[in-house]
């Protein structure tokens, strides 16, 4: 019997066990420790002992398999997954380092059921590209039971201006849209995806990860409320300008492919007031929104990945 535990570092650090290709257990670390959006902290300073990795205390894994959001170099990383080794079991371990929109898109795939199908994956970054100095946001893939291949990818320098205000980083590079291993690459130094969504977060007032009470009170726009109009404001433009974002990647899938499923995942997609108006926006295609979008789903995504294309 094959034993496979996949595990996300990233925010919403989660455990997923398979055996035999089929998923057992999924855990998520802040189900243990009541902290939300739990992110692993950084072993050099301290040693963290995850209470989810208790739950498989008896198990030997054949393999373990790690995913993260791409911190920028697997040296980084290493830390994050050595600490984790010391508390299980295992015959073999693998890092994937630049596979964090796949494993979305393998996770929408393994929850849908359907024999093939375009994964539109939208987050507020993922793996890094050139120079690890973007920050991948779009991302359109195409899977089946045996094959997957991405097509699109978008990405975008001003993560770091989000975290550190580096304006040099913003306007280091110029928009560019490129091929790659017949991949179509797009650079911006704009705000797009994800990203945009957390500036209007951060330009509303909000905090980080607060997303769900913006996207709520967007309703409320033309309505009598006590809610300052300015907020209402922004967090109307952040629903209407990402919804046409996510129109316009729609309708770029449908030009790769015509294939008439589409999964919607990465954490944008936790937008359920959006996927609504994209599901009624597009009538003639096959919706399905990944269950676990945001970034513990990764740890099933991997799994998926590792045991059926690697």
């Given at each position: 019997?094959?034993?496979?535990?996949?595990?996300?570092?990233?925010?919403?650090?989660?455990?997923?066990?398979?055996?035999?290709?089929?998923?057992?257990?999924?855990?998520?670390?802040?189900?243990?420790?009541?902290?939300?959006?739990?992110?692993?902290?950084?072993?050099?300073?301290?040693?963290?002992?995850?209470?989810?990795?208790?739950?498989?205390?008896?198990?030997?894994?054949?393999?373990?398999?790690?995913?993260?959001?791409?911190?920028?170099?697997?040296?980084?990383?290493?830390?994050?997954?050595?600490?984790?080794?010391?508390?299980?079991?295992?015959?073999?371990?693998?890092?994937?380092?630049?596979?964090?929109?796949?494993?979305?898109?393998?996770?929408?795939?393994?929850?849908?059921?359907?024999?093939?199908?375009?994964?539109?994956?939208?987050?507020?970054?993922?793996?890094?590209?050139?120079?690890?100095?973007?920050?991948?946001?779009?991302?359109?893939?195409?899977?089946?039971?045996?094959?997957?291949?991405?097509?699109?990818?978008?990405?975008?320098?001003?993560?770091?201006?989000?975290?550190?205000?580096?304006?040099?980083?913003?306007?280091?590079?110029?928009?560019?849209?490129?091929?790659?291993?017949?991949?179509?690459?797009?650079?911006?130094?704009?705000?797009?995806?994800?990203?945009?969504?957390?500036?209007?977060?951060?330009?509303?007032?909000?905090?980080?990860?607060?997303?769900?009470?913006?996207?709520?009170?967007?309703?409320?726009?033309?309505?009598?409320?006590?809610?300052?109009?300015?907020?209402?404001?922004?967090?109307?433009?952040?629903?209407?300008?990402?919804?046409?974002?996510?129109?316009?990647?729609?309708?770029?899938?449908?030009?790769?492919?015509?294939?008439?499923?589409?999964?919607?995942?990465?954490?944008?997609?936790?937008?359920?007031?959006?996927?609504?108006?994209?599901?009624?926006?597009?009538?003639?295609?096959?919706?399905?929104?990944?269950?676990?979008?945001?970034?513990?789903?990764?740890?099933?995504?991997?799994?998926?990945y590792h045991e059926n294309y690697i």
């Amino acid at each position: 019997m094959s034993k496979i535990l996949g595990i996300n570092i990233s925010h919403n650090c989660s455990f997923a066990y398979f055996e035999d290709g089929v998923l057992k257990e999924y855990y998520e670390e802040e189900r243990f420790n009541k902290i939300k959006h739990f992110v692993p902290p950084d072993p050099f300073y301290k040693k963290y002992k995850y209470e989810g990795l208790k739950k498989f205390k008896d198990i030997i894994f054949d393999d373990v398999v790690f995913i993260s959001y791409d911190r920028g170099h697997p040296l980084i990383e290493k830390p994050y997954v050595d600490n984790i080794l010391e508390q299980i079991k295992f015959k073999n371990f693998i890092f994937y380092d630049k596979e964090h929109h796949l494993s979305h898109a393998m996770c929408g795939y393994y929850f849908s059921k359907f024999k093939e199908a375009i994964a539109l994956v939208t987050d507020g970054g993922g793996e890094r590209i050139v120079n690890n100095n973007f920050q991948t946001v779009e991302s359109i893939i195409k899977i089946d039971n045996n094959t997957f291949r991405k097509y699109y990818q978008a990405a975008t320098n001003v993560r770091e201006d989000f975290w550190f205000d580096d304006r040099e980083v913003q306007t280091k590079y110029c928009k560019k849209e490129y091929k790659n291993n017949m991949v179509d690459i797009k650079l911006t130094n704009g705000n797009i995806g994800g990203i945009k969504y957390i500036k209007y977060l951060r330009k509303a007032g909000f905090n980080y990860k607060e997303e769900g009470q913006m996207m709520g009170i967007a309703a409320y726009k033309n309505k009598n409320t006590n809610i300052d109009k300015n907020v209402l404001e922004i967090a109307h433009k952040a629903q209407e300008e990402t919804l046409q974002e996510r129109i316009e990647l729609i309708e770029k899938a449908l030009t790769y492919s015509d294939c008439k499923n589409i999964i919607l995942t990465g954490g944008y997609h936790l937008n359920c007031a959006n996927n609504f108006k994209l599901v009624k926006h597009f009538s003639n295609l096959n919706f399905f929104v990944d269950p676990i979008p945001y970034d513990g789903g990764t740890a099933v995504g991997i799994v998926y990945y590792h045991e059926n294309y690697i």
